[in-house]
């Protein structure tokens, strides 16, 4: 089977870093992309010392130049990508009356606009394959939560991306499909619980007791949905939105 090149975006840690390992075990390239280069390189050699092949990208998403030179990196380091995990985030949380517009802005730049500005990117390479993997990470915030005008509105409109872009390129071989996590244990939630004065053992306890399995989420729970979207089996899934969040959503 043909080695395909995957870049995960926002993959230094927690949910991307997750996925970029799962997809490298699934025996893709990868290329492990975040903000601070620095910080992908142990997800690298994580992925390199059990004999898989992944490069450290440093770019910032939310700017057109960076993603082009990032990709541009990638074709020459690996090869041509045709799977793309959109995965970058960052939370700026707060009440309306209180969320300033760089908050707002900031978190659709990161989330939407990266999403955008990669997908586009990376589209040429997927339709001259005649094949591609878009996945996009949204969150069960898409459906509203208190406090996240922003990111919900984001992580809504992630959902509307990728169903789009399943019409647009679905006639190329290209999937396009997102998750939609509810609570998982990463660095974000655990600021999250700081933010609010609880201890994160604590909020993880009080939280799992509403989920019908009764647990909360891993990293790794996300990566093995990616792992499907990603396959090569999944050529007939698409514009699909999974929730992998404990029980059923709305």
Not at 28 to 57: P, R, S
Not at 119 to 147: C, D, I, P, W
Request: aromatic share 6%; proline share 2%; with cysteine.
């Amino acid at each position: 089977m043909t080695q395909r090149v995957a870049i995960v975006t926002g993959a230094a840690r927690g949910i991307g870093a997750a996925v970029a390992l799962r997809l490298a075990k699934d025996g893709n390239a990868v290329a492990v992309l975040d903000l601070d280069e620095g910080a992908c390189e142990a997800t690298v050699k994580t992925i390199t010392e059990a004999g898989g092949k992944a490069v450290a990208i440093g770019a910032d998403v939310s700017k057109s130049d960076q993603v082009a030179a990032a990709v541009e990196r990638v074709v020459a380091e690996l090869g041509a990508p045709t799977i793309l995990v959109n995965n970058a985030g960052v939370l700026r949380d707060n009440l309306l009356f209180k969320m300033s517009e760089d908050d707002w802005d900031t978190v659709m730049s990161v989330h939407l606009k990266g999403s955008f500005l990669m997908s586009k990117a990376v589209q040429s390479h997927m339709v001259e394959a005649k094949y591609g993997r878009l996945v996009f990470l949204s969150s069960t915030s898409a459906l509203g939560n208190r406090g996240q005008a922003n990111y919900a509105s984001a992580k809504a409109g992630l959902q509307g991306l990728a169903k789009t872009l399943a019409f647009e390129l679905g006639k190329f071989g290209v999937t396009s499909n997102a998750i939609a996590p509810g609570f998982i244990e990463t660095d974000m939630t655990a600021a999250t619980a700081a933010r609010v004065g609880i201890d994160f053992e604590e909020f993880k306890k009080a939280t799992a007791a509403s989920i019908p399995v009764q647990r909360t989420g891993t990293p790794e729970d996300i990566a093995a949905a990616a792992s499907f979207f990603c396959s090569e089996e999944n050529g007939f899934v698409s514009g699909q939105v999974l929730y992998v969040a404990g029980g059923p959503r709305n």
